[in-house]
């Protein structure tokens, strides 16, 4: 599997990247069962390159953080020297960004250039590819250039053998390692017969890799199939979807499991990982096939929390175990623990104007205090993500503080440089374990901060209390524009929702 402990792509047998079937607990499943590769679910590259990486001590994994806080990929140790991170991606810059952001929790690096679906192809990402190989080539050299990891990438067929032989040709000369090849063109689904007559072509016309994908239905049941698949295509590897999305056991050399302890092993992973429920849900149907209108498909269905789907299963005990064992990590790393890095002071904050009463925020205290202490007024440094592909219209905004001469920053992201602002004072007030200027405490903070008299001018009429002022509306307005999500975006959501619990660097 490894040559001078680089991964190496023949005589292996792979788990197909598969969106929302590809998350951490799919994969830890299939490599117990004697999976050789697995692949992560394509991830969008101008979705990543947002994230910032963030080591999670709580469940022990290193997870890739989106700045509305979702997690977007998660991976552990378990999985580190078998995992190829799969990206969406149009742009030779931005994939590369993307790649060194993942490149040290990875084995190797993977373009999307099949997928023939609208969420990936509108952007001119998947198989919108294979009509632009100028671009193909493009984005695979500057990957190889760029990184110490290798490189691969899935395509599927183009009509014309000729064709596709020349177009994997010039793939091979970027210097990839290895190319997974689904054996059906761009509009072909999974009822049309395998072209096995190509993937031998490609096979016998390069000498990297190949890896033949797209029999599952035709070809491969179990793992006695593999071998014969390998042998019609001629390829050096194998790659399995929806073989493998059925029952995960189709890697077992000794013959498949019932169904049943598969989805149980699953459901122990999701657990154990803190995977997002509604992304359980959608395996454990996938799993029950036929069965999902049976009466344990429809307690899955209906169920809305990990807790429930055990329930279902008879797996509370289990779930149960795993919290106790969660919550006494949690004791020793709290989320709210103030770090120190580079001099920073930072929490995991976020400023919700609703807590605060009118025209009171943690700005105006924090202030107060350095006027009270006769320190110098607090200085802001904010930056915005503009410079790493995201619209200017969805701009989000990272502020620090400094407070004589210490500096102080929440590491959540905020929608706009106001609130960047707010939850920088919001962390210097709690280290420093000063008055907030919350609802609630007003009574207390006001004698310490002095802000009494404005607080009086800015209460508002008992049966307004309440209501959210007109400003906070219209920022909120503003916001539900900013982060809209495409299509592609909302499926993402649900397959990776799970936000991020301990903000620990």
């Not at 788990?15 to 490599?31: D, F, I, K, Q, S």
């Amino acid at each position: 599997l490894f040559v001078n402990r680089v991964l190496c792509f023949r005589d292996i047998t792979a788990l197909a990247p598969m969106v929302r079937v590809g998350t951490l607990p799919m994969r830890l499943l299939a490599l117990d069962y004697g999976a050789d590769i697995v692949y992560c679910e394509e991830l969008i590259d101008i979705k990543m390159v947002t994230c910032e990486r963030v080591v999670n001590e709580e469940l022990d994994t290193v997870d890739f953080v989106a700045p509305d806080e979702r997690v977007m990929f998660r991976t552990c140790e378990r999985e580190r020297d078998r995992v190829v991170f799969q990206m969406g991606t149009a742009d030779p810059d931005r994939a590369l960004a993307v790649a060194l952001l993942v490149e040290k929790d990875v084995a190797a690096i993977d373009v999307n250039m099949g997928c023939p679906k609208e969420y990936s192809t509108k952007g001119g990402m998947g198989a919108a590819l294979l009509s632009d190989p100028d671009k193909i080539e493009a984005i695979l050299t500057k990957l190889v250039q760029g990184l110490s990891k290798p490189v691969t990438c899935k395509i599927r067929i183009l009509p014309s053998m000729e064709d596709t032989v020349r177009l994997v040709q010039r793939i091979e000369r970027t210097g990839v390692a290895a190319i997974a090849v689904h054996g059906r063109t761009r509009e072909e689904r999974p009822k049309h017969p395998l072209h096995c007559d190509f993937l031998k072509a490609v096979s016998g016309a390069v000498g990297v890799p190949v890896i033949a994908n797209g029999g599952s239905l035709d070809m491969v049941k179990s793992f006695e199939d593999v071998a014969a698949f390998r042998s019609a295509t001629g390829a050096a590897a194998v790659m399995l979807a929806r073989a493998a999305m059925w029952n995960p056991s189709v890697f077992r050399r000794q013959g498949l499991l019932p169904v049943q302890t598969v989805m149980e092993d699953y459901l122990k992973y999701a657990v154990r990982y803190d995977n997002h429920a509604f992304n359980t849900k959608y395996c454990l149907c996938q799993m029950l096939r036929d069965k999902v209108e049976s009466e344990m498909g429809k307690l899955v269905k209906t169920a809305q929390t990990l807790s429930d789907i055990c329930a279902a299963y008879g797996m509370q005990a289990y779930y149960e175990e795993v919290q106790v064992l969660l919550r006494s990590r949690r004791g020793l790393h709290p989320p709210e623990t103030p770090v120190t890095l580079g001099g920073v002071t930072t929490m995991a904050l976020r400023f919700h104007r609703r807590d605060y009463p009118p025209e009171i925020t943690p700005k105006m205290f924090l202030l107060e205090w350095c006027r009270k202490e006769k320190l110098e007024q607090p200085h802001y440094h904010t930056v915005s993500t503009t410079h790493i592909y995201r619209p200017i219209s969805d701009r989000l905004f990272l502020s620090t503080v400094t407070v004589d001469n210490k500096q102080y920053r929440s590491t959540l992201w905020e929608k706009s440089k106001k609130g960047a602002e707010q939850a920088a004072a919001l962390v210097c007030l709690r280290v420093l374990r000063l008055p907030e200027g919350r609802r609630g405490e007003e009574q207390q903070q006001e004698e310490e901060s002095g802000l009494g008299g404005k607080r009086k001018r800015a209460v508002a009429p008992p049966l307004l209390a309440a209501a959210p002022p007109q400003e906070e509306q219209e920022e909120e307005r503003e916001v539900n524009k900013k982060i809209h999500l495409s299509d592609r975006e909302a499926e993402t959501e649900v397959t990776n929702g799970n936000h991020h619990k301990t903000h620990m660097p």
